[in-house]
């Protein structure tokens, strides 16, 4: 077993099952092409390199670096097609996790390729402003949301941008700062550490929450910050929550994390998911129908690092068995990451969440108003309740408070009206059912 193989087992053991079966299990490490500084794998296309780059190499990077001693720069190759000639497609790198001048950056992870909407407007405002003038405003800049919203791209595209300006970037995560930390103080070499972390021009932490509780670390984090910044140096930081509300944090570090800005980011609307799966599919070269890119906008849920797995599987499976990505084709292929369960829908699940949805109140929607708002929820409200439970037409009208099931018979036709003639209205009327099939069963 080469030490590349070794590494990808090491890996196995620190991922899903799902994720290495998909993607891990389908690189190849090339031995002849690699070095004692770079290890090279090779993968079937420009997605799955994507993919790897951006979710496992800065690990391959630090497993690497375990297993060695030494840190190598991890170079995923595309694989090329037969009866091609010349070498293989590009090639996605990480630096290795060694070094004053490692920064470990997406190159894809730009402003260009960011798509910003009023869920994140604030952040990257922000993130552009540091970038024209790190030092100089905003240091800190700290950026918080959820899982999968873009906070690491907004950081890295700072980091890009001054890399370009031939400046020196550090980018890891907190876990990397602490096993760093950890080694180099039982080796006793903390001028390296210091050398490493506090001699950059841009610092860039992602997920600084997982300090909580680490006194030691807390202790060389706080040195290292004003270090950084009593010299001008920019430092940017990310979390999945504000300063205020990471427990275990000590009130000095607090404190500094909000004496620049704090920017949060919000999960994106409808519209900016869709923006967002386009220019997914432009840098991948990727070609989906309006129709298809509607579909997985409302299946997906706030987590839009989701996009990324979704168009790499829809393209392997079509590339797999010679088919167009068409909607039936991406809702079969989707069909079991999705797990829909219709099954346990209830008609009060569904008022529920039209209510949050629509801003209305469940009982107004049950009410006689004729309000337009209300009129207009009432109608989906019967319309999914038709679709996803099994509840009849008389049993409908019945829980509305109606006559008999001409009313639920007239809505339904009218909504599978607006469905053929409203784009927009289909694709609201999809999220809205997507959201309701993607909940967990307790709750609807």
């Known amino acids: 077993m080469t030490i590349g193989d070794t590494i990808l087992e090491m890996l196995k053991e620190e991922i899903s099952e799902v994720e290495y079966n998909r993607y891990v299990k389908q690189m190849s490490f090339l031995s002849k092409a690699s070095r004692s500084d770079l290890a090279v794998f090779e993968v079937p296309n420009p997605l799955i390199a994507s993919w790897i780059k951006n979710r496992y190499a ?21 694989k090329k097609a037969k009866g091609v000639a010349g070498k293989s497609g590009p090639a996605a790198t990480v630096a290795p996790s060694e070094g004053p001048k490692h920064s470990m950056l997406n190159p894809a992870y730009t402003f260009e390729n960011f798509v910003a ?26 950026i918080y949301g959820g899982v999968g919203l ?51 021009d841009l610092l860039l932490i992602d997920d600084v929450q997982f300090l ?25 930081l990310t979390s999945d929550k504000p300063p205020k509300r990471i427990a275990g944090l000590e009130a000095r570090l607090q404190s500094r994390f909000e004496w620049g800005l704090v920017a949060d980011i919000q999960p994106p609307e409808l519209e900016t998911k869709i923006a967002i799966i386009k220019k997914k599919c432009e840098i991948n070269r990727v070609i989906l129908g309006d129709d298809v890119v509607n579909y997985i906008a409302t299946v997906i849920d706030n987590n839009t690092r989701e996009i990324e797995g979704i168009l790499s599987k829809l393209h392997a499976y079509s590339q797999l068995m010679h088919q167009e990505i068409t909607l039936d084709f991406a809702k079969n292929a989707l069909r079991e990451q999705l797990q829909e369960k219709s099954d346990n829908i209830s008609i009060d699940g569904i008022m529920k969440t039209i ?3 629509l801003n209305v109140k469940p009982s107004e929607i049950r ?10 929820a009432r109608r989906v409200a019967i319309y999914l309740a038709r679709e996803l439970t099994p509840m009849s037409m008389p049993q409908i009208a019945q829980y509305f408070g109606m006559k008999d ?22 694709v609201k009327i999809n999220e809205l059912h997507n959201k309701i099939t993607a909940m967990p069963p307790e709750t609807v």
Do not use: W
């Open 355 to 357: 209510a949050k949805e």
């Open 405 to 426: 099931h001409s009313t639920v018979s007239h809505t339904m036709k009218k909504i599978h009206q607006l469905l053929e003639e409203d784009e927009n209205f289909k």
């Open 117 to 142: 909407g009023s869920s994140n407007q604030f952040a990257y405002a922000a993130a552009k402003s540091v970038s024209e003038r790190p030092g100089q405003v905003y240091n800190p800049l700290f």
């Open 150 to 200: 873009g906070k690491t791209h907004l950081m890295q595209a700072i980091g890009n941008v001054m890399l370009l300006q031939g400046k020196t970037v550090v980018y890891t995560s907190v876990e990397q700062f602490v096993n760093d930390f950890t080694r180099h103080l039982r080796n006793q070499t903390m001028d390296r550490f210091k050398e490493k972390y506090r001699q950059c």
């Open 58 to 78: 800065s690990k391959i990077a630090h497993l690497f670096e375990i297993k060695t001693g030494t840190g190598r720069e991890v170079n995923i190759r595309v």
């Open 212 to 236: 909580s509780n680490k006194i030691q670390t807390q202790e060389e984090f706080f040195h290292t910050f004003e270090t950084l910044r009593s010299e001008g140096k920019q430092i940017v």
């Open 367 to 376: 009410s006689k108003s004729r309000s337009r708002n209300i009129v207009a």
